[in-house]
């Protein structure tokens, strides 16, 4: 089988602003289901429950030192930072589809690395991401929004029903 999807470039965008050439890499949020063991009687083995999911953080590093990316780190309480990651997947036939990542949160560490003459400055973020979005050519693959208990995956909202319970 070709290749398929392999990623081929990326650009980052901070509150709008593009960083092209002076991104340097860019780690999307790990996905992780926080799961409990449940074993009762008349149960021979736990039964796994899920408990919500596990908090998220995304990082990016960039090679520029521009005041308005450093500003990222340190806005008041309740305020987050609109973060989107975009990148080129190409297949081996040649065609080209966008895969986006639309994050908002708090950047939480800035790592203003080792400064040395003649060596490339890295700046790394690292945020807490509340919310967390993933469209794969045109089709959202994920939607999660923690403020709002929204947890869309596929197009099913995984959280609806407990919404409507709860009266919200």
Do not use: C
């Not at 736990?46 to 408990?51: C, D």
């Not at 998220?56 to 008041?76: D, H, R, V």
């Not at 690292?126 to 929204?150: A, P, Q, S």
């Amino acid at each position: 089988m070709a290749a398929r999807d392999v990623l081929k470039n990326l650009n980052l965008f901070i509150d709008g602003r593009g960083y092209a050439g002076r991104i340097d890499e860019y780690t999307p949020p790990v996905m992780t289901l926080q799961i409990e063991e449940y074993r009762a009687g008349g149960l021979d083995t736990p039964e796994p429950i899920e408990m919500g999911q596990e908090a998220m953080t995304a990082s990016f590093a960039l090679i520029s030192m521009e005041a308005t990316a450093l500003a990222a780190w340190g806005l008041t309480q309740g305020a987050t930072l609109p973060v989107t990651a975009r990148g080129a997947l190409e297949s081996a036939d040649g065609t080209v589809r966008a895969i986006v990542h639309r994050l908002r949160g708090k950047v939480t560490s800035l790592d203003q690395g080792t400064w040395q003459p003649g060596q490339k400055p890295t700046v790394t973020f690292t945020m807490r991401v509340t919310r967390f979005e993933e469209i794969h050519d045109g089709v959202e693959l994920r939607l999660i929004d923690t403020e709002n208990m929204i947890r869309r995956i596929n197009g099913v909202d995984q959280l609806e029903a407990q919404r409507v319970a709860l009266g919200i």
